[in-house]
């Protein structure tokens, strides 16, 4: 019986449960066996009591994180350095900490279902709500990290036109609520199951044809995104720097009379005051080829010695754009000095990159405003309506070098495009090893890269106008319905307990 699993059982459950979520994701793009893992984790959890969901929700979130996330391994050890045990354990740390969100889930879910007593209101109202509060903590708290988050899953799918007004949190929560009518379906309650199942096709079908945003009445712009293909642990030799700089301006020459070029994040691997020559003879040369922008990332340093993580631009406009929202453990350190000295003494990387301020411009060329990311800030929502509604295109570059040849550049172009999604905006996506991409304000891959190659793929893209819902109100829209459906749950099953 469900009720009585425990030891083997339990872990094997987590288990496949954890791999089906997991093929949700790209590359794999199963969504419908994550849609099933989600129902059978409901499933379990009102079968089990409070201790052994609990367990079981934990088991499911550690087995996914080690799994889905084991590309931290590359990164930590086999491009850092890192000893193997350290790179082992500290993986094993983030995916104890993500888990406890699900175990969260679990233990609370059940003690309200036993309380409520009625499933159709604990699955369709407790569940996807509190699935989501949970997920818009864990997207926040500790400077946020909502990989796995279930609504990406559909980016650029029928669910994901919910995205314009609510984020990606709200389509987690539609996400939730259908696996809940799938799983109505097996107990008996067909007719309700199916009916909610209807509503929300048809619902995120009309959703679909809103254009919350508009074309400009400008003629497109052509884009040029370069992808070096630089290894990790060839980006920074001093043998490799002159043929990286040959490499990224030779990529000019069959470009002439492109509006926009782009290179990735760190594509020059140097202070920007070290290769002012350089970026003199890149601004001559872009001006030649009639090319009006490139933009690039570089390490810059202010007057107090901070080195920034930047995307500059030169050609018709000069702008400048630093880092915000850095990486934990990769761009800075939240350690003593202690820790530090001893990351130091075995060759670890221990130095912080400088947090640039929160109020940075768009960079701007004639009428074109494009919003500045670099890497891992275009998984987080909120981070880009700062530069909204003015922006009416996004850029990002990133460089998942340090992830090797792994999932990790699928699983963060998924991320991407939701952005797109939600702003209604094209977004330009220029990376070191790959996915680079051309995003419609859909979330369609207009033009797309192969990874782990050198390529220089162009297209158009246009500016576009308009507020979706939302740049208006953020992820608040989100947490406030899940607060709102969760104790509407709470009291109407506690009225029908009573009666």
Not at 41 to 57: G, M, Q, T, V
Not at 241 to 270: K, M, R
Request: with cysteine; net charge neutral; aromatic share 14%.
């Amino acid at each position: 019986m469900i009720h009585q699993l425990s030891g083997p059982k339990l872990y094997l459950s987590s288990i496949a449960l954890s791999l089906s979520y997991l093929i949700g994701f790209e590359p794999f793009g199963y969504q419908f066996f994550g849609l099933l893992a989600v129902s059978a984790l409901f499933y379990f959890a009102i079968n089990l009591n409070e201790k052994r969901a609990a367990l079981l929700f934990f088991l499911f979130g550690f087995f996914l994180y080690c799994t889905g996330l084991y590309w931290l391994y590359i990164s930590i050890h086999i491009v850092s350095g890192a000893p193997k045990i350290l790179a082992i354990l500290l993986i094993a740390i983030l995916s104890i900490y993500l888990s406890l969100f699900h175990s969260l889930f679990g233990f609370i879910f059940v003690k309200l279902h036993k309380r409520i007593a009625n499933e159709w209101i604990s699955l369709l109202l407790i569940a996807p709500s509190l699935w989501t509060l949970l997920e818009i903590f864990r997207g926040y708290f500790l400077t946020g990290f909502p990989w796995f988050s279930l609504g990406y899953m559909e980016s650029g799918s029928l669910i994901s036109s919910w995205a314009p007004i609510g984020g990606v949190f709200l389509v987690s929560m539609v996400m939730a609520m259908a696996s809940s009518a799938i799983l109505l379906t097996f107990l008996n309650k067909r007719v309700l199951g199916s009916l909610i199942i209807v509503i929300l096709i048809i619902s995120s079908y009309l959703l679909g044809t809103v254009n919350w945003t508009h074309k400009s009445n400008e003629s497109s712009y052509q884009v040029a995104l370069v992808q070096g293909n630089i290894e990790q642990d060839k980006k920074w030799l001093g043998s490799e720097f002159e043929n990286t700089l040959t490499l990224y301006a030779s990529s000019l020459s069959n470009l002439e009379g492109t509006d926009l070029v782009i290179w990735p994040e760190v594509a020059i691997p140097s202070l920007k005051r070290n290769v002012e020559g350089y970026l003199e003879y890149l601004d001559t040369k872009i001006k030649e080829k009639d090319i009006q922008m490139l933009i690039l990332g570089i390490n810059t340093q202010d007057q107090n010695g901070q080195v920034f993580n930047s995307m500059i631009s030169l050609g018709e406009e000069e702008n400048i754009y630093q880092k915000r929202h850095l990486v934990p453990f990769g761009e800075y350190f939240p350690v003593t000095e202690g820790i530090r000295s001893w990351m130091q003494s075995i060759n670890l990387p221990s130095r912080d990159i400088a947090k640039g301020d929160r109020d940075q411009q768009p960079f701007n060329l004639g009428n074109l405003r494009m919003l500045p990311s670099i890497c891992y800030e275009d998984i987080f929502g909120s981070d880009v309506l700062d530069f909204f509604p003015q922006s009416n295109v996004i850029i990002n570059i990133t460089n998942n070098a340090w992830f090797g040849k792994s999932i990790a550049s699928a699983q963060h172009l998924q991320m991407s495009r939701m952005r797109a999604i939600e702003s209604g905006r094209y977004l330009l996506r220029s990376t070191n090893t790959g996915i680079s991409a051309i995003i419609g304000p859909k979330g369609k891959i207009h033009e797309t890269s192969r990874p782990h190659e050198y390529s220089v793929i162009t297209g158009s893209f246009f500016p576009m106008e308009g507020r979706t819902p939302y740049m208006l109100w953020g992820d608040t829209f989100s947490l406030l319905l899940s607060i709102f459906l969760m104790t509407m749950g709470v009291i109407i099953g506690m009225l029908r307990f009573k009666n």
